[in-house]
């Protein structure tokens, strides 16, 4: 799965395309379509944050869920129990999410390859649980209902226009990231860790800091989320929520970033449009997760481009 | 910590017990195979839900285990032969494909045995309990801790005494090798793969009796055995023994003194061996 993709060509056509087509959804969709739209812009960002360290860095992250669903937790936490504003309790959620990073960073720049899953697998994990467990502060399988949005974002519209705006925001944040000098850094150690070491780049440390904004990044959505679907539970932290989140930047194309906006949006109408028959949404997103590890784990993008490559010989 | 006493250590004993024979099977299949069988825990929930049906239906404990070890060993020759083989060679499509059978594994669980906590009978030999050393103890408890060390025992003689252990063995050394000796290295692979996922199976029939099964069991289960492997090293038999113990042991002393974070003790052990050994207690490059 790190396979090398090269950079979009043409980024600003991406920002453009989801401009228009984002920002002109609300004109035609239904308030049901338009909370749809704004659950896709919200896991945009979250499989974006998962693709700048499996595409660009070459980490698969099973864990980045669990940081999402911290900070959600916070913001959810803060506003209703606590009862501070929610502005503050985005931030707190953010930094929340960003310190939790830290911590997973600390032990995950330690290994690669399938250890480094496994890790981030069971830290994620043991957030799941104790989010189960700790009932006094996370009322543990009930979980927190919020409070409601600010009044300057209260409206389904005003809501969908902040969100694409941060979402917006943030992938340009995300796409200067990924193109720095740190960003194709990270790209020579997914290609070859030693050789980058022996030039002299401090390796850990990109690892450490590119895992911290990354989590910075899903807390960002996971602060959103809160203010979108204004309840929390374990469910938000659980191991599905990453596994989601990385099948949407896989199916999107593992390091094209704008892929995953088509990932997102792939799962989460098949996710809607599923439920509206069966209860059996996780056995098909298993299914999915295995159709595509065997049949495309280059993602749509990466699966028509070999169609198409196949055709012009 | 005069709250920590025999009859909690014993608790963490038979955890620990429990946690092994899951465990072993997980890190032997990631030993030799090197594939990290994330559906493990899937695979112990539904060899406890099989032990529950067969106990149940037939009166007969032994019975029930048996039935989930096969069927378990079968699930896993399935998803091996079915699907792995597609994706050979390709560590993280395996690993997220076996993620994927998960998923699908629990959803068919939850709709064949529904969303209730159930709990394995025990048969009528091993219920109540024995007096010694001034404690009363239940000696199904103990039963799960002698089939632990049991399972040790089979398990070290198996790899250590036996042509398919020494076969075993130098896979999880150099599986090229062999192969180039004239053995069939794929044939040992299966019969490792069997041999993992009966364990997962018999460890959910024998969990299942008192630790009960409910739809989430399986991601517990999955979480102690990554975190044993990942201390004791993969495919590492002794360390897989003495992850399971530290685990198990430090989950029992963290539900005593801090009931609602029990689950972030267990973090600790790992993080320490993480920094000072990446590759585990016992785990090799």
Redesign the interface.
């Known amino acids: 799965m790190s396979k090398p993709v090269p950079i979009t060509q043409r980024p600003e056509l991406g920002f453009v395309l989801i401009l228009v087509i984002f920002g002109a959804l609300p004109l035609v969709l239904s308030s049901y379509q338009m909370s749809i739209a704004n659950e896709i812009l919200i896991f945009s960002l979250l499989a974006m944050s998962i693709d700048v360290l499996a595409g660009y860095a070459g980490r698969t992250s099973l864990g980045h869920g669990a940081l999402f669903g911290i900070s959600t937790y916070v913001v959810t936490y803060w506003t209703s129990v606590y009862g501070g504003s929610a502005w503050l309790g985005c931030l707190l959620g953010v930094l929340a999410a960003t310190f939790a990073a830290t911590m997973f960073a600390a032990f995950a720049v330690r290994v690669s390859g399938v250890y480094f899953l496994l890790l981030t697998l069971a830290l994620g994990m043991i957030v799941w649980g104790v989010c189960l467990r700790w009932t006094s502060v996370t009322g543990g399988e009930n979980g927190i209902r919020g409070v409601g949005r600010p009044e300057l974002i209260a409206g389904p519209t005003a809501f969908y226009y902040a969100t694409l705006a941060v979402v917006l925001l943030m992938t340009f944040l995300i796409w200067r990231f990924v193109r720095s000098p740190f960003g194709l850094t990270l790209r020579g150690i997914r290609d070859s860790e030693s050789r980058m070491r022996s030039l002299g780049y401090g390796t850990s440390v990109h690892m450490f800091v590119a895992f911290v904004v990354t989590g910075c990044f899903a807390g960002v959505a996971g602060a959103l989320y809160a203010l979108f679907n204004n309840f929390v539970s374990p469910s938000t932290v659980q191991l599905s929520q990453s596994v989601e989140g990385l099948l949407m930047a896989i199916i999107g194309g593992i390091g094209t970033l704008f892929g995953s906006f088509i990932g997102a949006a792939a799962i989460i109408l098949l996710e809607n449009f599923v439920s509206a028959y069966t209860a059996r949404w996780q056995m098909v997103l298993g299914f999915m997760f295995i159709g595509t590890m065997i049949f495309a784990p280059q993602g749509i993008l990466g699966a028509l481009r070999w169609l198409v490559t196949r055709r012009q010989r | 910590m005069a709250s920590l006493n025999l009859v909690q250590l014993l608790n963490g004993l038979t955890l620990a017990a429990l946690l092994f024979i899951v465990a072993s099977g997980f890190t032997l299949i990631f030993g030799l195979l090197r594939i ?1 069988n ?1 559906a493990h825990g899937a695979l112990y929930l539904f060899g406890g839900y099989i032990g529950y049906s067969v106990t149940l239906g037939t009166g007969n404990f032994v019975l029930g285990l048996v039935a989930s070890m096969l069927f378990v060993a079968l699930l896993g020759l399935l998803v091996d032969q079915g ?1 792995l083989r ?2 050979r060679g ?8 076996t ?10 669980a ?2 064949i045995w529904g969303g209730d906590t159930f709990s394995v009978q025990i048969p009528a030999a091993l219920r109540g309990g024995v007096r010694f050393a001034g404690i009363f103890y239940p000696t199904y408890r103990l039963f799960v801790l002698a089939l632990g060390i049991a399972v040790f025992v089979a398990l070290w003689l198996l790899l250590n005494r036996t042509r398919l252990g020494a076969l075993i063995r130098a896979g999880v050394d150099d599986a090229e090798m062999v192969e180039a000796m004239g053995i069939n290295i794929r044939r040992v692979f299966l019969a490792t793969s069997m041999l993992g996922a009966s364990l997962a199976g018999l460890g959910g029939t024998i969990g299942g009796a008192f630790l009960t099964l409910y739809p ?1 069991a399986d ?2 289960i ?2 102690f055995s ?2 044993i ?2 201390i004791g090293g993969s495919g590492s038999l002794v360390g897989a023994a003495v992850g399971a113990l530290l685990v198990g042991l430090l989950n029992t002393i963290g539900q005593v003194m801090f ?6 003790v ?2 600790g052990p ?2 320490a061996i ?2 000072f050994r ?1 590759l585990g207690l016992f785990g090799r490059a």
């Not at chain 2, 390709?90 to 997220?96: G, N, Q, T």
């Not at chain 2, 993620?99 to 959803?107: H, I, Q, R």
């Not at chain 2, 009931?259 to 972030?264: K, Q």
């Open positions: 990290v994330l699907l597609f994706v390709f560590v993280l499509r395996e690993v997220l494909l993620l994927g059978v998960a998923f699908v594994l629990n959803d068919v939850l709709l989430t991601s517990e999955l979480v990554l975190a492997v990942i009931p609602e974070l029990a689950y972030f267990i973090f790992m993080a993480l920094a990446p």
